[in-house]
């Protein structure tokens, strides 16, 4: 009986190193990347990005769930702001707070207001990359 309790502590400390190392491991943001897409008008680009939140936008219903989005304030790379949308269908409610620092990874998509990341939760069995948002010392995805 003891031997179980054990395995079981083992694998559930095992599974959370694994999670501590996949966010030591995670890249850096790199604002240059979506400043690059938004000049070149592309879409569909992998981006991880900082800055603090300019606006809380509030929840609303989208075709894959309730989705919560916010307007950031790019840190570096170039003036832009751009929203970002969550799926708190997954995630679950992130609790954000205007002016604060927050790394975002998610989907670039372009328009000509300063375009949208999305896709910033785990990605299920889709072609799409995970993505996540981080505030506040935790990660939501």
């Known amino acids: 009986m003891r031997s179980t309790i054990f395995t079981k502590r083992n ?3 095992i599974f959370l190193l694994g999670l501590l190392g996949l966010c030591a491991c995670s890249p850096k943001p790199d604002d240059a990347v ?3 897409a938004y000049k070149d008008e592309a879409s569909h680009v992998e981006v991880i990005v900082d800055g603090s939140i300019a606006r809380i936008l ?3 219903e989208g075709r894959s769930g309730e989705h919560e989005g916010f307007l950031l304030r790019l840190a570096s790379g170039c003036a832009l702001t751009v929203r970002v949308e969550t799926n708190v269908s997954i995630t679950g409610s992130i609790p954000l ?6 790394t975002v990874k998610g989907e670039y998509e372009y328009y000509p207001e300063g375009g949208v990341v999305h896709w910033t939760h785990r990605a299920f069995g889709s072609h799409h990359a995970s993505g996540y948002v981080e505030a506040g010392d935790r990660l939501y995805w």
Not at 97 to 102: A, I, N, S, T
């Open 97 to 102: 707070r205007g002016g604060e620092r927050v």
């Open 58 to 60: 509030g929840t609303q």
């Open 11 to 13: 694998a559930a400390g």
């Open 34 to 36: 979506l400043c690059s």
